[in-house]
């Protein structure tokens, strides 16, 4: 199996920590269960070759969203299986799924069913078709700039103090004065 971690244009790091590709083109984890530990982030994924799955069984989504995990869950490789991921942070989950919240944590979302095919699609489609690291890079660097850039700079920064606040004293309260 093949990881690339990919950094994004400096400007996103407060929204995105990574972007990465995930390719077993050979199998050679095919059916093998692949372990993700909790974290405070979520991911935009799009799916290219043979589609994973979860441990329940069921296929992944083209296009999902996974919210903020709090436990541990599995994955099943497949042959073929190649995706790319858009790491978020907190704040970015706050901002492109602004209106998802809670209802995605611990959750693998088909993108679809969310936003409807068009929005999917078009974020499926604005990938290159060879996957090579800087093109995808670029690709989602533009992609998320322009999304970011439609979001009122007002309400990113409040995002920001927001999701700061909570990391410094861990209380709801305070981060809402």
């Known amino acids: 199996m093949?990881?690339?971690?990919?950094?994004?244009?400096?400007?996103?790091?407060?929204?995105?920590?990574?972007?990465r590709i995930v390719e077993d083109t050979l199998g050679e984890f095919s059916g093998v269960p692949i372990w993700t530990c909790p974290e405070p982030i979520g991911v935009l994924s799009a799916n290219f070759g043979k589609r994973s799955y979860h441990e329940s069984g069921e296929i992944?989504?083209?296009?999902?969203?996974?919210?903020?995990?709090?436990?541990?869950?599995?994955?099943?490789?497949?042959?073929?299986?190649?995706?790319?991921m858009v790491i978020l942070t907190v704040p970015g989950m706050m901002i492109v799924f602004s209106?998802?919240?809670?209802?995605?944590?611990?959750?693998?979302?088909d993108v679809a069913d969310l936003r409807g095919e068009r929005k999917a699609g078009e974020f499926w489609h604005c990938f290159?078709?060879?996957?090579?690291?800087?093109?995808?890079?670029?690709?989602?660097?533009?992609?998320?700039?322009?999304?970011?850039?439609k979001v009122p700079a007002a309400v990113r920064e409040r995002r920001l103090q927001l999701?700061?606040?909570?990391?410094?004293?861990?209380?709801i309260d305070s981060a809402c004065e």
């Open 128 to 149: 290159p078709h060879t996957l090579q690291a800087n093109e995808v890079k670029s690709a989602m660097d533009s992609w998320l700039t322009n999304l970011l850039g």
């Open 2 to 19: 093949r990881i690339v971690a990919i950094d994004p244009h400096p400007q996103l790091r407060p929204y995105v920590l990574s972007y």
């Open 163 to 171: 999701h700061r606040a909570l990391m410094a004293n861990r209380r």
């Open 60 to 84: 992944h989504p083209k296009v999902g969203l996974l919210g903020v995990q709090t436990h541990t869950r599995q994955w099943i490789s497949q042959p073929e299986t190649l995706f790319v």
């Open 99 to 109: 209106d998802i919240g809670k209802d995605s944590a611990d959750r693998l979302l």
